[in-house]
């Protein structure tokens, strides 16, 4: 896929190594500290730690809108990680006080936007990648584009049926939330279809991925439900550690996914925005997740209307992007096009 090409790009840069490697550290202390250890030593070390970066950070979001990092001198580096230590060292716990409760707000509501946006276009591009591999196959691409459809198709039907009989059975309390979301899903699905049918009936042309796409969109949709069920029922908890660690690869995927997305259209990017960079752009949300992310440590992180604003946001946003950018591509993809 295009965002390993960008993830490429980032990896030979130094600067972006040191912030992502050092925001995944923090990112798994911040895991441990409040699942499995829960140690007052290692809470004031990961809020430090985390300071430093989220302070580091905004002077390169500063530094971003006048030049490259490529081209920042290492003095201007060496002068912002110094002020940002400085910072941490006498203001750390002001940074994540109550009273910053709003910019908590604005990066949590941030990060639901681009997580549900890419998480979108992940399940989007990857449907699409397999039926253009599909549409290659000159002979027998027809046959084999529709028999994925109608196999993805089925098998989607299956695993609806499958996730309303598990809540059923065993999270019986949480039925009729399931069942409010399975109507938004199929309602979103069978709008799209319709579209699809139509295109067909007009142009002749046949969006076969759809339901792959259904299928993936609907599995991303599962483990939203889950990580709230979860994390509402055994938050701060360790009997779960093998969902921890699953909930922790799915987020760092994303994480992945969007940042080497954004530098895969540095040129597109940089052509349309003008004033912001793709740097700009990438510092900007790594602020915002580590925020969020460090802010947990912190009681106005674990009360239950902040996780419910998390994982209804991520729903209703994502499937506000399914219903909307679904029908764009449906209308706007060629099968087998390399359009950037």
Aim: glycine share 4%; aromatic share 22%.
């Amino acid at each position: 896929m295009r965002f390993i090409s960008g993830l490429k790009g980032i990896f030979k840069r130094p600067i972006y190594l040191l912030i992502i490697f050092s925001f995944i550290i923090i990112w798994v202390g911040i895991l441990l500290e409040r699942e499995f250890i829960h140690n007052i030593v290692l809470s004031n070390t990961l809020i430090f730690l985390g300071s430093i970066l989220i302070g580091f950070n905004i002077f390169l979001f500063i530094f971003s809108f006048f030049k490259p990092f490529d081209k920042i001198k290492k003095i201007y580096l060496v002068v912002a990680f110094i002020l940002a230590f400085i910072i941490a060292i006498f203001f750390r716990e002001s940074i994540f006080l109550p009273t910053f409760t709003l910019f908590y707000l604005i990066s949590i509501n941030v990060n639901l936007f681009f997580t549900a946006f890419f998480a979108f276009k992940m399940c989007m591009d990857t449907s699409i990648k397999c039926d253009d591999y599909l549409y290659k196959r000159k002979k027998a691409g027809k046959v084999l584009r529709t028999l994925a459809f109608i196999l993805f198709g089925i098998f989607n039907w299956l695993v609806m049926i499958f996730f309303v009989g598990f809540i059923t059975k065993n999270l019986t309390l949480f039925t009729q939330v399931a069942a409010n979301i399975l109507r938004i899903i199929l309602w979103t699905n069978l709008f799209l279809m319709v579209i699809v049918f139509l295109r067909l009936l007009i142009t002749k042309k046949f969006a076969a991925y759809i339901t792959f796409f259904f299928l993936l969109a609907f599995f991303y949709v599962i483990y939203i439900i889950l990580d709230f069920f979860f994390g509402k029922l055994y938050s701060s908890e360790s009997e779960l550690p093998f969902y921890v660690l699953i909930s922790f690869l799915i987020d760092l995927l994303l994480f992945f996914y969007i940042i080497g997305s954004i530098y895969d259209r540095v040129d597109y990017l940089e052509d349309k925005l003008k004033v912001f960079r793709a740097d700009t752009i990438a510092i900007f949300l790594i602020i915002m997740k580590l925020y969020v992310q460090v802010s947990k440590i912190f009681d106005k992180a674990d009360i239950e209307h902040f996780l419910i604003l998390q994982e209804a946001g991520i729903f209703i946003i994502f499937m506000f992007f399914n219903l909307i950018f679904g029908i764009y591509f449906i209308f706007a993809h060629k099968p087998n096009s390399n359009k950037k």
